[in-house]
């Protein structure tokens, strides 16, 4: 894009870390650049636009955001290409979903334009932070938090927005061991599961430990009506290949509408694939497993990417995924590809800053 048409105040580092960072050997989430956007929202509007050194927030014991979770956050992915321009996958379907996670936790909105040009600036400011090793990205992590010092339930009159990015590799580094459940609940009609926000992460926590322990990487959610049905894991989309035919949760109030996962979606399509966005139970997919009809089952979502199975667990019984995943190489091979520029784009998902 072209220079940007809303005034920024840059403060910039007097002494860059990067020299301190290790970019052949990245763990995700641990490393962070050397800038971070502020925005503030007060009297009404968002104003005190600025990028500033990135470093520790100052805020009061009484926090809102601390006591009743008024969060809502995104995370993309920028690229370097072979010929140096920086890329970023889809960022305009991440500032419309943070508009709709915003809007339920009643939270002023950020201004898709704003969203952009601040992202935008941040990179340009920070690109020797992209990293250009295989399966390496910047990862942009956009948040909104509430910052009234007020211990009473409202919506918060005060709102801080923040982008900060960090160099990171792979987030699953092998096939993943997921376990389908029924107990707990992620997230249910009419409550916050297709938004964005905090509190639906902190709920996960305790189940996905008690997986972990029995080892398995992740959860495979079901509705929180019935548990009947499979819904989603906690850091991806699910999509099932089964019998030539690959199948996903359809986007509702209780699953998040994957970006990387609709991306996969369009993909298939465009290949003449068969694509059914439905309700899958888990009787449906036991049956295929048995039937042999099982042939790649993988998550999508913008830190793993295309994740894929090798084994899920049901009630002590373990189903084995087949070793060979040719579909799931596929999508990631062509999702990489359009990401770095190695082949054309038709459907304008890559944004050159």
Known sequence: MSSSTIEFDVK??????????DFNNIEFGKV??????????????????????????SISPANATLHYAQSVFEGLKAYK????????????????????????????????????????????????????????SLYIRPVIFADDPYVGIRPSMTYKF?????????????????????HYTR????????????????????????????????????D????????????????FYIDDTLITAPAGDS???????????????DWGMKVEERRLSIDELLEAFKAGKVQEAFGAGTAATISKIKMIGFEGEKYDLPTETPLADKL??????????????????????
């Open 81 to 136: 290409t072979d010929s140096g321009d920086i890329h970023v996958f889809r960022p305009q379907a991440n500032a419309k979903r943070m508009v709709i996670s915003a809007e339920r936790m009643c939270i002023p909105p950020i201004p898709e334009d704003l969203f952009m040009e601040a992202m935008s600036e941040l990179l340009r400011l920070d690109e020797a932070w992209i990293p250009t090793r295989k399966d390496t």
């Open 12 to 21: 910039q580092v007097e002494q860059s870390k990067i020299s301190q960072v």
């Open 224 to 239: 929180g009506k019935e548990h009947k049905y499979i819904e989603e894991a906690g850091t991806m989309n699910l999509l």
């Open 332 to 353: 990631f091979q062509e999702l990489d590809d359009i990401k770095m520029g190695r082949k054309p784009d038709p459907h304008g998902w890559v944004y050159k800053v």
């Open 32 to 57: 962070y650049s050397d800038h971070m956007f502020v925005a503030e929202y007060a009297d009404g509007e968002w104003k005190d636009f600025r990028i500033e050194p990135y470093a520790n927030l």
């Open 187 to 222: 997230a249910a009609s009419g409550g916050v599961g297709f938004a964005k926000t905090a509190g639906n992460y902190a709920a996960s926590l305790y189940p996905a430990l008690q997986a972990q322990k029995e080892g398995y990487h992740q959860l495979i959610w079901t």
């Open 162 to 182: 923040l982008i900060f990015t960090g160099p990171v590799g792979a987030y699953y580094s092998e096939p993943v061991n997921v376990k389908i459940e029924t």
């Open 255 to 269: 699953i998040l509408n994957g970006i990387t996962k609709d991306s996969v979606l369009t993909l298939a399509r």
